[in-house]
């Protein structure tokens, strides 16, 4: 069953449409669940606090979705999700559980989301973000791009629109779910051999990405050999960075070998994930 990612500054209403959708489909007999911070015990001001934190906090919401994720359930993401590489994650996590995802956007001005936020009927500690920390948030917002397909299908909602709970019904359950993209028929290779691919394949994109860095900017898609997925140039991505990530792909690739004509799809979402 599929996975709804809320998007949406703090304070934008994101929980309040969550919980408007889980009533609507509860009601309808669909099974949903919706995981944000406060399901995993997490205090927002102490989960976003620095990136290590917000790398733990997304750590430990990718883990309880990937986990809830089945056949006969509805699960939301209700979260800042913002960052364009983890909702790239989120959408490798759905495709890999052949199920659908679809974006929830809470396009709500800044303003009311910053008094939305500090005014709120839970006044906890834990309930809202510090001012500063909604403030820094907000600065860092990736705003969903429907051109790409993670961030789609894409529903932006304003604060004055309604639900469009037909449309969501429709795209939720009477479309073809993505289908993971794995070898139909099950490759092998000798150990050496898978190496000697693993090197040739890894080597191969890491020259076209580090040729497209010279003259990239960030958020650019660079096409790469025996590839169809694309890799997204991040502001991290660097020279060195690329060098390093190879390598722990490296390591990563021979705990976990992928199909051989899935080394290099692996790579790519390796490199993509880096982001965050
Ligand atoms: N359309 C709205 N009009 C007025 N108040 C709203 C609206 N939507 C949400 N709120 C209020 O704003 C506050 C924050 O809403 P909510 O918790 O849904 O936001 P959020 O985006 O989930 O926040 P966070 O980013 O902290 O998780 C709540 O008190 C909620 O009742």
């Not at 790398?55 to 056949?71: C, F």
């Not at 209700?78 to 989120?90: A, P, T, V, W």
């Not at 070998?257 to 790519?268: M, R, T």
Request: proline content about 5%; some cysteine; aromatic content about 8%.
């Amino acid at each position: 069953m599929p996975l709804i990612v809320m998007s949406g500054i703090p304070g934008s209403g994101k929980t309040k449409r969550a919980q408007e959708i889980y009533k609507h489909f509860t009601e309808m007999g669909k099974k949903v669940i919706i995981i944000n911070e406060e399901s995993l015990l997490i205090d927002k001001n102490e989960g976003y606090k620095d990136s290590l934190q917000e790398k733990m906090t997304r750590g430990t919401q990718k883990a309880a979705i990937e986990r809830n994720l089945s056949k006969d359930t509805v699960v939301i993401s209700d979260s800042l999700n913002y960052i364009k590489g983890y909702r790239y994650e989120l959408y490798c996590i759905a495709r890999a559980a052949g199920t659908r995802l679809l974006l929830v956007y809470c396009d709500t001005p800044k303003e009311s989301a910053s008094k939305w936020n500090l005014e709120r009927e839970d006044q906890s500690p834990s309930a809202a973000f510090s001012e500063k920390l909604a403030q820094e948030l907000t600065f860092r917002f990736e705003v969903p791009n429907p051109k790409n397909r993670w961030d789609s299908p894409l529903f932006t909602l304003e604060p004055q629109h309604s639900l469009p709970y037909e449309l969501l019904y429709k795209t939720l359950f009477e479309v073809q779910e993505l289908r993971p993209n794995f070898a139909t028929q099950a490759q092998t290779l000798s150990p050496a051999n898978f190496v000697h691919e693993l090197e040739k394949i890894t080597q191969e994109i890491t020259n076209v990405v580090s040729d497209a860095l010279q003259s990239s900017m960030v958020g650019d898609e660079i096409k790469v050999p025996g590839s169809n997925k694309r890799v997204i140039i991040h502001s991290k991505l660097s020279l060195s960075e690329l060098r390093t990530q190879r390598r722990q792909f490296f390591k990563f690739a021979q705990l976990h070998p992928p199909q051989p004509n899935q080394i290099a799809d692996s790579f790519v979402d390796f490199l993509n994930t880096s982001a965050s």
